[in-house]
């Protein structure tokens, strides 16, 4: 299957990756910039270098590289989640994961790729040094634009969370 992955350079794109390229799939990772890439390395993933704000550019690549399913893992993340550099980068971030949604969504829709995966997330738990798990605590001292969104997980992860 050909598969086009679109923030091929993140914490989720990157081992995606290497597992659809165990997987025998034909591969292509969008990327910002030659630069920042280095998923060639990797796996045999063809770098597409566009910019996912600008909608001309993601049709032209939907276009030319034909994929079965688009996977947009696309996000502006600082490298550390520290409450400052998280707050620096929401603006950016969210114009991403918005604006560029847009853009590959029209682009599929455009050339009829039938299959199209969003990956979504929330910062619901609390900063610490390891990946959070259902034991972690939540992030009720969490930026404005993320506390509201803590108070909508389900029932029963509110009554079993960590009281510390």
Known sequence: ??????????????PL??????????LFALVRSR?????????????VVTDELDSASVLEVVQHTKPD???NELTSLPKHYTPEEMKAA???DKEVRVKGNANLLA?????????????SSAF??????????ETASFAFDASPASLPDAGTMPIWKRRHRNPG
């Open 69 to 71: 399913v688009i996977v």
């Open 17 to 26: 990756l290497s597992c659809l390229d165990v997987a025998g799939h034909e």
């Open 35 to 47: 630069k920042a890439a280095g998923t060639r390395e990797a796996t045999r993933a063809h770098e």
């Open 90 to 92: 929401a603006a950016r």
């Open 124 to 133: 619901w738990y609390a900063p610490g040094p390891e990946l959070a798990d």
């Open 107 to 119: 682009a599929a829709r455009a050339t009829n790729c039938r299959r199209y995966v969003l990956q």
């Open 1 to 14: 299957m050909k598969v086009l992955i679109a923030g091929a350079t993140g914490a989720i794109g990157k």
